[in-house]
Structure formats: structure tokens, C-alpha cells
């Protein structure tokens, strides 16, 4: 398989994980091997990070972990698969979740630094793309041809969502947030908004302001969202529930990957092309910043002091945005 390291974009990079499984071979092939300890696993590819609380953690390729108390010193745990990581997600400061290639699960339940297999299934050609955990108990991870699990267990036990709204097309599914009344909303292919107003029991697919594929999904204020993808698309709405989406005047076509709010009334987003801008969500305005490595960024986490990116070129951090 084309190593990661030699993609030249995100969107490629996604497109791998996507479409390019390794070919079907007997299960008893599939054994999963550690992550390999390396020197400079900061600087290569890294696919979310979080904050927990208590530290940040970033996953990227061949199974690397790493985490950091200041968002710029970073160490590598040990893992126990090399498969590609895409995303992490913490309940509390102790208990987190990482997803990615091979339909690999991991769980840690001391901050990060040890982590379990929960899932691992290459045989399904079906990478994980996002994991969201309400507490330490419920959680759902989703990917890719419409690939959705959920847990009420911690991850003892996971099991397929069943739902007319997930199952009738098998797009994949990019990204899941919780918004701020509590509702989680799905985005995907072919511009794919879910919604569910009871802790992920029920879904409903909403009407969606663009065709093209979102990527990232933020919760803004008490019931909106802010969204983006390719092309440049971002929208912000103040009521999820209502439909009501507003256009953001990005000023790019480039892809965008992943976005975070500030507050009620800013927010980030980070995409191809180390493209870094800061909106103005009630003017609907942007301002691009200045990327502080080439490549494309694919999350970050916005801090008091800056903003932690995690991306093509390694996990960065940005001094501080607000009031530039």
C-alpha cells in the first residue's frame, strides 16, 4: 500500500483510508502488530488531536499516539496496532477512545498512556473516521459506507446502528459532534447531515445546504453547528433543528477539514493548502492566519494561548488568534 508519508494532501490521505483497504485475505492473516516507537513521530502525520482536560493527545499514522502537557513537547505511547489512527475522543480526563484503519478500536482508561484493542476488523475494508463518547459508557465511532457502532458499555461491546437514515445509501460518514443541547449531529458524503435529539437512539437526516461531501462538524451557542468540506463550503447555523443554514464567504476552494467554535459568535477552521482562517460567525467573515508549517491540517484544538493543529507536517502550535 502507498505509504501515508508520501501523500501529498489530506484529501488523498482520506481518500486512501476510504477506498483503498488492504485486499481480503483469510482471517487468521490478520494479526495486529505494535506501533513502532519513533524519534520524530511529532512531525509526521497526524489526524485529530483533543484536549482531555488534563493533556492533549494527537493519533495519526501507523498507530501512533502522542501527548503533550503544553501542546508542543510531544511523547509516543505505546500502542498496540500500526494501523492508521483517525480520531480520538475523551469522555473525562482518563477515559478516551482512537479510531482508524482496520476498523480498529482502542481504549485507555488512565489519561492515555496505555491503550487496549476493543475492534479490530481489516476484513471489512471499512476504516473508522470519527468517535464521539457522551460519558464513559456511550459511545459511537462511524466511518466509512455508512460503517456506524455504538456502545453502552465503554466499548466492552460494540454493535451496528441500525436506522433507515444511516442504512439507506451507505455513504461514508465523516464526522459526529455534540452540540450544546445536547443533540449529535453526523456529517458526510454528498453534503449526509444526521441528527439525533435522543443521546443517538434515534436518527433523522436533515436537509442539507451543500451536495458536496462535509468533513467537520463544531458545535456552536446552544443549538447551532458550524460545518465545512470540499470546495470550500462552510455553514453556520444558530437552531440545527431548524434547517436554517447560512453560507460562509470562505474566499477558498480549498477543502476544509475539520473547524472548532470560540465562543458563540467565533471559530476556526483549518484545511488543504495550510489553509488556517478565523471567522466572524455573525458577519459570516473570515480572516486567514498564517500557518506555521506547510501541508495540510486536518484538527486542531483552540486554547487560551493559541491554537493546537495537527496535520500533514507533525502537530504545531499557533500563538495566539483572538483579537488579531
Known amino acids: 500500500m502507498t505509504s501515508l508519508l508520501r501523500l501529498s494532501s489530506l484529501i488523498t490521505i482520506l481518500a486512501l483510508l476510504v477506498l483503498h483497504a488492504a485486499p481480503a485475505q483469510a482471517a487468521a492473516a490478520y494479526v495486529p502488530r505494535p506501533a513502532l516507537i519513533a524519534p520524530l513521530a511529532a512531525s509526521r502525520l497526524a489526524l485529530d488531536v483533543v484536549d482531555t482536560g488534563a493533556r492533549y493527545i494527537a493519533v495519526g499514522e501507523r498507530g501512533q499516539i502522542l501527548a503533550s502537557d503544553d501542546g508542543r513537547n510531544w511523547s509516543q505511547q505505546p500502542v498496540p496496532v500500526r494501523s492508521a489512527l483517525t480520531a480520538v475522543s475523551f469522555a473525562d480526563a482518563d477515559h478516551g477512545w482512537a479510531v482508524g484503519h482496520d476498523a480498529v478500536i482502542l481504549a485507555t482508561a488512565d489519561g492515555g498512556k496505555t491503550w487496549n484493542l476493543q475492534n479490530y476488523a ?4 471499512k476504516p473508522l473516521l470519527d468517535v464521539l463518547f457522551i460519558d464513559a459508557r456511550r459511545g459511537y465511532a462511524i466511518g466509512a459506507f455508512g460503517l456506524f457502532l455504538v456502545t453502552e458499555d465503554g466499548g466492552g461491546n460494540w454493535t451496528p446502528v441500525r436506522s433507515p437514515a444511516v442504512d439507506e445509501d ?5 464526522a459526529i459532534a455534540r452540540l450544546g443541547n445536547g443533540d449529535l449531529l453526523i456529517t458526510g458524503e454528498q453534503g449526509r447531515l444526521l441528527l439525533s435529539n435522543d443521546d443517538g437512539r434515534t436518527w433523522k437526516r436533515y436537509r442539507s445546504p451543500v451536495n458536496a461531501t462535509l468533513f467537520g462538524a463544531a458545535a456552536i451557542g446552544a443549538r447551532g453547528a458550524l460545518i465545512c ?4 463550503n462552510a455553514y453556520v447555523s444558530a437552531d440545527v433543528r431548524s434547517g436554517g443554514w447560512k453560507a460562509i464567504d470562505t474566499g477558498s476552494t480549498a477543502a476544509f477539514y475539520g473547524c472548532a467554535g470560540i465562543g458563540d459568535d467565533r471559530a476556526l477552521l483549518v484545511g488543504a493548502d495550510g489553509i488556517i482562517l478565523l471567522a466572524d460567525l455573525a458577519a459570516r467573515r473570515v480572516r486567514r492566519l498564517k500557518s506555521p508549517a506547510g501541508g495540510a491540517w486536518s ?26
Open 122 to 125: 481489516p476484513e471489512l475494508e
Open 170 to 174: 451507505e455513504l461514508n460518514l465523516y
Open 229 to 232: 468540506g470540499l470546495r470550500g
Open 299 to 324: 484538527a486542531l484544538v483552540p486554547r487560551k494561548s493559541g491554537v493546537v493543529l495537527a496535520g500533514e507536517r507533525g502537530l504545531h502550535l499557533l500563538g495566539p488568534v483572538v483579537g488579531r
